[in-house]
């Protein structure tokens, strides 16, 4: 059946089940292929694209961060000024079509249950079951909101980082952006073009002068792998990463854009404001518009009746595979939270999995 058709047959059951078709379970779907397994990809989305489809138009291919081919095929050339959304999305429909993935969507999974020799998904679209699973659910839709002292107070306008759209509808307001990581400095400079801006942080931002190498790439890989095994939450990629200095970051620190401030206290109805602390005394801040670039969470919510969570908040993990459930595997999670992370995680995850079902079946 031609991927992405809209012929859905719940009730069927299938070896394994991918849930969600960006980077991280497109990769995934690749290796079943590959190794003849019986599978199906259910994704939430209208389209093709993962993530990267709703990305704010404005980015262009030449600033978008972390675009990385998937196994098997190239990422196009195209133009450098078209947007990233658009660039990803076609490809990623390209590659569907190419190695004719059984994709189906939308299908949004609500709920996961055990069976006795599997399991059983609860979608928007009926139900399923597999022997095993890859999970690959990423977590743009689980953008963060921290609690902050007077966000209902806040007479102007609050919004995610997920859903700027561009810089032109701020021009000539006074805009807060708060967040450290890599889209909280794209959307920064955007707007900071079009309006004034003041960038707020919880830590220092970490600036990376000299690339990402590939030993610089293990290590963040590592600390991130160490948090998983434990069960802990995996952090943010900027934590261990830092931010890059890209010849954006260079010209907008030279206008003085990137004069970071601590993060406010407490909102206040016309702005921002700042307890006395020894150092600083008192201060308040007018602000039209609040952008919380403040990230993301991993999109887990539907693999809650499974009880996976440790105490730690996070989920036990042994490379991809879930300790305490072989027969799921989280790709895109922890160590494998990017493009390249996930390419080369999604091969391996499918030939632990495989190889764990036919040891149950022989069993």
């Given amino acids: 059946m031609p991927a992405g ?9 299938n070896d394994v089940v991918v849930i969600g078709a960006g980077q991280a379970g497109l990769s995934a779907a690749y290796a079943l292929a590959r190794a003849g397994a019986d599978f199906l990809l259910l994704d939430a989305d209208a389209g093709s694209g993962g993530a990267w489809q709703h990305r704010w138009p404005s980015l262009r291919l030449d600033r978008a961060h972390r675009i990385a081919s998937l196994p098997g095929m190239d990422l196009p050339a195209a133009d450098p000024a078209t947007p990233a959304s658009e660039v990803v999305a076609g490809y990623f429909a390209a590659y569907e079509r190419r190695f004719d993935l059984p994709v189906r969507r939308p299908v949004a999974v609500s709920a996961v249950h055990r069976t006795d020799d599997g399991f059983r998904l609860t979608t928007s679209a009926g139900e399923w079951s597999a022997r095993g ?33 561009g810089a032109a ?28 801006t003041t960038w707020v942080t919880r830590r220092e931002p970490v600036w990376r002068t000299g690339g990402f190498d590939e030993d610089a790439g293990r290590a963040a890989v590592a600390l991130v792998d160490q948090r998983v095994r434990a069960g802990l939450a995996p952090g943010s990629v900027v934590s261990v990463t830092g931010l890059v ?23 206040t109805p016309d702005g921002v404001a700042w307890d006395a602390t020894a150092d600083h005394p008192a201060r308040s801040l ?78």
Avoid: K
Avoid at 326 to 349: D, E, K, M, Q, W
């Fill in 5 to 13: 058709s809209a012929v859905l047959q719940p009730g069927v059951r």
């Fill in 245 to 267: 200095e890209t010849e954006a970051v260079l010209a907008a620190r030279a206008r003085g854009v990137l004069d970071r401030l601590p993060v406010f206290d407490r909102l």
């Fill in 133 to 165: 699973l890859v999970n690959a659910t990423g977590t743009w839709t689980r953008p963060f909101w921290p609690a902050y002292p007077g966000r209902e107070l806040f007479g102007g306008r609050q919004l995610h980082a997920a859903d700027y759209r």
């Fill in 169 to 196: 509808e701020f021009a000539d307001q006074h805009v807060v952006v708060v967040g450290g990581g890599t889209s909280a400095v794209q959307q920064l400079i955007e707007i900071s073009e079009v309006a004034t």
């Fill in 286 to 363: 007018r602000a039209d518009v609040v952008v919380w670039a403040t990230g993301f969470r991993p999109a887990l919510d539907h693999l809650a009746p499974l009880h996976l969570r440790a105490p730690g908040g996070g989920i036990v993990m042994d490379g991809t595979r879930v300790v305490a459930e072989p027969r799921l595997h989280l790709v895109g999670y922890g160590p494998s939270a990017s493009t390249i992370g996930a390419n080369r995680a999604g091969p391996r995850a499918v030939r632990e999995l495989l190889r764990t079902l036919a040891e149950d079946a022989a069993a």
